[in-house]
């Protein structure tokens, strides 16, 4: 079921990045900074700031990719193994702030095995997490820093963004999740 059409995502969407184009992109301390996307959709909306913050005229901070697959704690026996794909960050993250880029925020554990492969790559001094969906639904003592918008959901549901770049069309969506 449709949440947000094309239109309002759209909105919503350039709401979500401008306030962070405004809040990472600009200022004395961008050069601190650094801009990381969880795989699949994360990392597309990392892309889509910074695309904005070069745009503004903008020097582009450095931009990386996790694919935390490896780092979950939640695979199920009988499902499929899921596709692991390599993480992208060519830049050293010791001393700097990092910006934490995910699309939904579901129970927390993506942003959990995000936090520890980004470990494996040094420390930075801060780590800010934005998420465009924000469920409300927390298994873990985790909290993102910047929400473009607040969706209730039942538990046996999930809500996802789909954007044009894997999915066609930018929308939210939920969907009932399979009784096990």
């Known amino acids: 079921m449709q949440i947000f059409d094309t239109e309002e995502t759209a909105r919503l969407l350039n709401g979500f990045l401008g306030e962070l184009q405004t ?41 990386g990719v996790l694919d935390i697959t490896l780092y979950r704690d939640d695979f199920s026996p009988g499902r ?19 910006l934490l880029v995910d699309d939904v925020f579901q129970t927390g554990r993506t942003i959990r095995a995000a936090l520890n492969q980004l470990a494996d790559f040094g420390r930075p001094t801060q780590v800010v997490l934005a998420v465009f969906i924000d469920r409300e639904q927390r298994e873990l003592p985790i909290c993102p820093d910047h929400v473009g918008v607040t969706v209730e959901q039942r538990p046996d549901e999930r809500v996802h963004l789909h954007l044009a770049e894997v999915d066609g069309c930018d929308e939210v969506v939920r969907i009932a999740e399979p009784t096990s």
Do not use: C, T
């Open 80 to 98: 499929p193994q899921p596709m692991v794909r390599p993480s992208d960050i060519d830049f050293d993250v010791n001393g700097r702030r990092i």
């Open 23 to 63: 809040r990472y992109g600009e200022g004395s301390s961008k050069d601190e900074w650094a801009v990381v996307g969880i795989h699949r959709r994360g990392d597309i909306l990392a892309r889509r700031l910074v695309d904005r913050i070069v745009a503004a005229g903008e020097a582009a901070p450095p931009l």
